[in-house]
């Protein structure tokens, strides 16, 4: 039972056994009479700010680009339970880089639908932790409650955004401040992460540390914090961006 339970833990936040209570919420207020269902011209559809003009703007190809993310079991009990890797490869978004790695730009999207639940090859490939197997209904069901209202709450908030505030550099890396939208919550955060570049094509990869309760989530727990899903999680990315 509870390592179905542990198995339903969504990514970014954690999901208990059942049908999960809606998170409480003012209600989602009704567009003024005569309003269109089309987003701000401030954003996109997917929320992130429209694709600028110019030269120097490169587009992400989601067939290279993955974000994962390892999500860890805590607790007296946390034998029952799993660990789990979720992955996203449907990313779209920009980047805009003319040279200097301090003036770029990007805007990158997450549709929240496109999560996959503990791919076999991805939990291969991040070692022995990962090697125990997650049966299909253990997934469906992390899947349905990480979708749910109270959780990422797909409905009302389909995207997960990070905007760019700056880029700095770092001791061999880059640091980006970006601004980060999850299921209603914004945060700002600093990413690490490296750079290759040429004419024709930008490559970012990186890997930060990140805890629940700082992006304004709550981590499930069950039994007196017996059986948990730890705060801090492991977010790896790969990014590639073709020029237009």
Known sequence: MFKNCL???AVLLLVGCGVP???QEPPHPAPPAGAGVAPPESTHADGIPPQPAGQGVFVIDPAQSEVRLLVYRAGAMARLGHDHV?????VTGWI?????PTAAQFAI????AAFVVDNAAARAEEGDEFLEEVGDEAKEGTRHNMLSAALLDAEHHPNITLVSVSVDPGAGV???TLTLRIAGHESTLVVPFAVATSKAQISASGSVELRQTALGLKPFSVMMGALQVKDEFTVKFTLVAMVT
């Open 86 to 90: 979720i992955t996203h490869r449907a």
């Open 21 to 23: 209570k809606p998170r």
């Open 174 to 176: 880059m640091n980006a």
């Open 96 to 100: 805009r880089f003319t040279g200097d």
């Open 7 to 9: 198995a339903a833990a």
């Open 109 to 112: 999207s997450l549709p929240v």
